[in-house]
């Protein structure tokens, strides 16, 4: 199995700004994803973050509001960038081998 | 288009009774079938899983059942606890192709065991 650490767990943010969260896997594994989770609803999956290049995003997410870097196999950033109180959600980062998905603790973020 | 659907959003059992949380999906190609378990302000956490070629798996309390011409399965809890409250989410995995690694979630069923 993998451990997987993100941070911040929580952030309360102004609406116009942009907040950074990061994750670590603490072993190298195939793929890791972000997912939302908004209020009431279950977990959207954002972007694919492959490792050296640009992220595969969903339909209905973009590269200029959910940039993505996956430097290498084991960390990912994704930054909700222009925040709005729309974006108030929980952002969860995965990381999944052959057959397994592990997800990081979250991070609630709530824009004011 | 929900590709896998819970139907029950809530579900409440005596502690000691089975929990029986359903789900139901709509792609006969996903892979795997995984079950997670999410307290508040938690990320989800991996209960069990189940592969497309098999209809059971047991793991202690836990069994998931897997019909396949159903597009159905279930997660039983024996005995519950109330430890096991929690919103549960089913989710499908697939193992190749473009959509490798992706899990699609279900909307979450919020299970209450009673003491």
């Known amino acids: 199995s993998a451990v997987i650490s993100q941070k911040p767990s929580r952030d309360i943010c102004q609406r116009g700004t942009s907040l950074t969260i990061q994750c670590q896997v603490d072993?190298?594994?195939?793929?890791m994803f972000w997912y939302r989770q908004q209020p009431g609803q279950s977990l959207t999956l954002i972007a694919t973050a492959n490792q050296g290049s640009e992220a595969t995003y969903e339909s209905g997410f973009v590269i200029d509001k959910f940039p993505i870097s996956r430097p290498n196999l084991t960390f990912s950033t994704l930054t909700v960038s222009n925040m709005s109180p729309e974006d108030s959600s929980i952002y969860l980062c995965s990381a999944t081998n052959r057959d397994e998905a592990f997800f990081g603790q979250g991070t609630r973020l709530t824009v004011v | 288009d929900q590709q896998v659907k819970q139907n029950s959003p809530s579900l409440s059992v005596q502690e000691g009774r089975i929990s029986i949380l359903n789900c139901d999906y709509t792609?006969?190609?996903?892979?795997?079938f995984l079950w997670y378990k999410k307290y508040p302000a938690e990320g989800p956490t991996f209960l069990i899983s189940i592969s497309s070629i098999k209809d059971k798996n047991e793991d202690g309390r836990f069994t998931v059942f897997l019909n396949k011409s159903a597009k159905h399965l279930s997660l039983h809890i024996v005995p519950s606890q109330p430890g096991d409250s929690a919103v549960y989410f089913c989710a499908t995995f697939n193992a190749g192709g473009t959509s490798y690694g992706k899990l699609t979630f279900g909307q979450g069923t919020i299970l209450t065991v009673h003491p």
């Open positions: 792609n006969s190609m996903f892979d795997y």
């Open positions: 072993s190298q594994v195939t793929m």
